[in-house]
């Protein structure tokens, strides 16, 4: 990514702030040339752009700013001997570098920009005056500069720039690649957008690649007909498509810990209970201990302090799990079934298929309204950090959120015609217009709409700096994900062929992400997330949600009289559900979460690290002894 390894100096951030119309000379200092000289005097290299009515700053820092910046961070990096420790900008030599040969992954220089940019404050021993268009403010000593003029309205946006070199490779390799439809330069990437976005395409490569199996599968029991064998066709397709997903599951684990491994990221990178309530994040870089000693060193008052925020953090999260259900219950659950009802009595195909379509639109509004309710609450938990903030807008046990108000909103009517029609040429017929009509509109959503944004906000700008969409989180692309993986899994044996249509949308939907991330968004804002967080949980969640449902399928389907007798064949799918549930829960010990090479290394690192510590703690003792010795004989 960046020339074999070697450093290349590029313009990585962007401060917008309006353009400069009125100059006077009063006495005052212009806030905007105050930022340009600080920022060059804190060692970034600046160049200014001018647009219509917006001035963006763009900032570049060399090797040895960025070195020491992580060194006044005392960001710890890995060591060619294993252990993490505190950089130094005059140890550089004895620090790991990254995949791609340069020295700080993205999260790191990103790190690295927003303290030198926020650590610009003012060190004279007098309050300063400055001046935008005619607009007179004080600086004070000691504050800092950026968030004076963020206070001021001045600083409009400080965001990540593309870098052209690396953006124009990555297109050439990832976007513009067609040798290999599913093949993505997996490292390239972490060095390019950081860790969850890099986890997140990796996620989405191996599912597409593993989507191949159950869709020719599919292929095969839909259309070809096997005689007096065809009883057995439908369970064994489900036997299959469950095995299929445990076993892509505890392979993606493995997947997960070998690009840890090789981009050498420790997997714990998590924070303890407590640090929001003690005013700290996952960047801050003080220890617990610290932490303590500054809260103070009453342990019953620290005790008490702490079961106080617990509780009232469980208490916060109870109140926001009855609101949702209760919205649940008395909004959507109508909604749900009204629509339901209405396509069992409709006759007409072409008005079901305008129904659906109707019914996924406003959905879509609706799940908005959710979102927002939902952000609104999180920010009311006690949620240690963003990441955390992340997995509570996903779980419905935590919060109302996204992917509970999708999952009602998704499932209802297909339960319902399930459940009580056991119908299933009508089932068939819903699931086909539900995969189809929503594959349609979010990929015309999700994808046209944000090009036709695009196009027009680049038309605007033709003659300024182009300033390209917001970079959008990739919450919505694993709960697009979840839901479409729900679909085809609850009702496989109602519709083997939705996974055809499944791994199709995936193909696609690699191709038009990375379009977006390079082309029409910003870049976004690097996060740490070691995982696919609580999707991962999610989708274990739909496995067994799966194991029921198609069970339950079957039933209905060899039990047309709808006697509920335990015949033979009836007793063998209950035999053949709880096999599944046994096999979900206990393949994990055979297939190990971490590949050998991956522990051996980790063991290895461990014994360097202690052999180093071992023989320092020796001479340290060692030395004192000595000391000692000549003080007694003295």
């Not at 040895?64 to 140890?91: C, N, S, V």
């Not at 066709?233 to 840890?260: C, D, Y």
């Not at 240690?384 to 509970?404: I, M």
Request: charged share 20%; hydrophobic share 45%.
């Amino acid at each position: 990514m960046n020339c074999h390894g070697e450093e290349h100096t590029a313009f990585e951030m962007c401060v917008v702030v309006p353009k400069r119309f009125v100059k006077e000379d009063d006495g005052t200092s212009n806030c905007v040339e105050v930022l340009i000289k600080e920022s060059r005097s804190a060692g970034l290299i600046v160049e200014s752009v001018l647009g219509f009515t917006d001035e963006f700053i763009k900032l570049a820092a060399p090797l040895e700013t960025l070195g020491r910046a992580a060194a006044e961070l005392h960001m710890k990096k890995p060591t060619y001997i294993g252990m993490d420790l505190q950089f130094e900008w005059e140890e550089v030599k004895a620090f790991t570098r990254q995949p791609d040969g340069s020295l700080f992954s993205w999260h790191e220089r990103f790190q690295c920009y927003h303290h030198l940019l926020y650590g610009i404050v003012n060190k004279s021993r007098r309050d300063v005056i400055l001046e935008m268009n005619g607009k007179q403010f004080l600086w004070l000593v000691g504050e800092s500069l950026i968030q004076r003029l963020e206070s001021e309205g001045i600083v409009k946006q400080v965001f990540p720039l593309h870098d052209e070199v690396d953006r124009k490779e990555l297109l050439r390799s990832w976007v513009l690649n067609w040798r290999n439809f599913t093949n993505q330069p997996i490292d390239d990437m972490y060095s390019y957008f950081g860790l969850k976005i890099a986890i997140y395409f990796a996620f989405l490569r191996m599912y597409t690649r593993w989507m191949l199996f159950p869709a020719a599968f599919g292929i095969i029991v839909h259309f070809v007909h096997f005689g007096p064998l065809q009883l057995l066709v439908l369970p064994t397709f489900f036997i299959g498509i469950i095995l299929w997903a445990v076993l892509f599951f505890q392979f993606w684990k493995r997947k997960n810990s070998s690009m840890l491994a090789r981009w050498q990221i420790n997997y714990s990178v998590n924070v303890n209970q407590g640090y929001k309530f003690l005013g700290m994040e996952w960047g801050t870089l003080q220890s617990p201990m610290e932490l303590i000693k500054s809260f103070g060193t009453d342990n019953a008052k620290e005790k008490e302090a702490y079961q106080r925020y617990e509780w009232f953090g469980h208490l916060t999260r109870f109140r926001n799990n009855a609101i949702a259900i209760l919205s649940i219950i008395c909004l959507q659950l109508p909604f749900e079934l009204a629509y339901a009802h209405l396509y069992e009595v409709i006759s007409s195909d072409f008005i079901k298929f305008g129904l659906t379509a109707i019914y996924l639109v406003l959905i879509q509004y609706f799940t908005k309204i959710g979102g927002k309710i939902s952000m609104k609450l999180i920010q009311y938990e006690n949620n240690e950090n963003t990441e955390h903030q992340a997995d509570s807008l996903v779980y419905k046990a935590r919060t109302p959120n996204l992917f509970g108000l999708y999952f009602m909103q998704s499932y209802i009517g297909v339960f319902y015609h399930a459940l009580l029609h056991r119908n299933f040429t009508t089932l068939r017929q819903l699931l086909i217009q539900r995969v189809v009509i929503y594959q349609v509109l979010e990929n015309l959503l999700g994808n046209s709409l944000p090009y036709l944004k695009y196009s027009y906000k680049k038309y605007r700008a033709v003659r300024s700096f182009m300033n390209p969409l917001p970079a959008e989180k990739n919450l919505a692309d694993y709960l697009a994900l979840a839901l479409q993986f729900g679909m085809i899994m609850m009702f496989a044996c109602a519709f083997p062929l939705a996974f055809a249509f499944a791994a199709v949308n995936s193909f696609t939907e690699i191709r038009t992400d990375a379009l977006k991330l390079l082309v029409m968004f910003k870049r976004p804002v690097p996060r740490v997330a070691a995982t696919v967080g609580a999707w991962l949980n999610i989708f274990q969640f739909l496995i067994v949600m799966s194991i029921c449902t198609n069970s339950a399928l079957l039933v209905w389907l060899y039990d047309q009289e709808g006697k509920w007798k335990i015949e033979p064949g009836l007793a063998a799918i209950l035999v053949m559900e709880h096999i599944l549930l046994l096999i979900k829960f206990g393949f994990s010990r055979f297939v190990p979460e971490e590949p050998a090479w991956v522990r051996a290394n980790r063991a290895k690192n461990a014994t360097q690290a202690q052999d180093v510590c071992s023989k320092r703690l020796l001479r340290s003792i060692s030395g004192g002894e000595t000391a000692f010795s000549e003080m007694k004989v003295g």
